[in-house]
Structures are given as structure tokens and as C-alpha cells.
């Protein structure tokens, strides 16, 4: 039905930059809120960064200043472009999408596979 894949993840030295990439494709009426989230070993999956339909974005304190989402609603895809990157950033990725499938129906939401993204020199 719905498929969200994510691409632009790596191996990336501290200070540096990445951008990813997330396409939703299928049967899609409309899409409300978009974003990103990541789970480290070990740990719980966290909000990254979210945009809505409108282009208003929201962060996670850890990463204001230093990340910044955006959307191209024409293409159904969002990103998130990393900078100023931290160990402690390592993580897998993953973009999530409240989705339409039909008018007046119900948001549902869908997540990719998830993108590995390690800072380390």
C-alpha cells in the first residue's frame, strides 16, 4: 500500500554533514505530519525532528541548531539535513508519515526500514 524508504545514511567524522532522504510512494491521498526518528543501541527510539503539511517544523532539544528537516510535498519525500554531527548521533534513522489513503479516511502511519547513520573518526 504505503512504502516510506529512507536513503543518505553512512559513516561521517565528527563536525561533519549528511543529508537523508525519504520517499513515500503508493496509494496516497494526502500526508500530514512527516519526520524522522532514530534508536541507538541499547536505547529507546526518539523523536528527531517532525514537519507538517505546512512546513512547520519541530526538534528535539538535542539536535536545534544543528539539524534541519524539510519537506517537497510534490514528491511525497522528506529530509533532514544533519551538520555539526556527534558521536553521540549514531543511530538508525527512521522516517515516519501520517498517511491518507482515501478522502475523510483515516491518518495512519508508516514507517520506513531505517538508515544507519555512525559518526566516529
Known amino acids: 500500500q504505503v512504502r516510506l524508504v529512507e536513503s543518505g545514511g553512512g559513516l561521517v567524522q565528527p563536525g561533519g554533514s549528511l543529508r537523508l532522504s525519504c520517499a513515500a510512494s503508493g496509494s496516497i491521498f494526502s500526508i500530514n505530519i512527516m519526520g524522522w526518528y532514530r534508536q541507538a543501541p541499547g536505547k529507546e527510539r526518539e523523536l528527531v525532528a517532525t514537519?507538517?503539511?505546512?512546513?512547520?517544523?519541530n526538534y528535539a532539544d538535542s539536535v536545534k541548531g544543528r539539524f534541519t528537516v524539510s519537506r517537497d510535498n510534490a514528491k511525497n519525500t522528506v529530509y533532514l539535513q544533519m551538520n555539526s554531527l556527534k558521536p553521540e548521533d549514531t543511530a538508525v534513522y527512521y522516517c515516519?508519515?501520517?498517511?491518507?489513503?482515501?478522502?475523510?479516511?483515516?491518518?495512519?502511519?508508516?514507517w520506513g526500514q531505517g538508515t544507519q547513520v555512525t559518526v566516529s573518526s
Open positions: 515516519n508519515a501520517a498517511v491518507r489513503i482515501i478522502q475523510l479516511g483515516a491518518w495512519t502511519d508508516y
Open positions: 514537519i507538517t503539511s505546512g512546513g512547520r517544523g
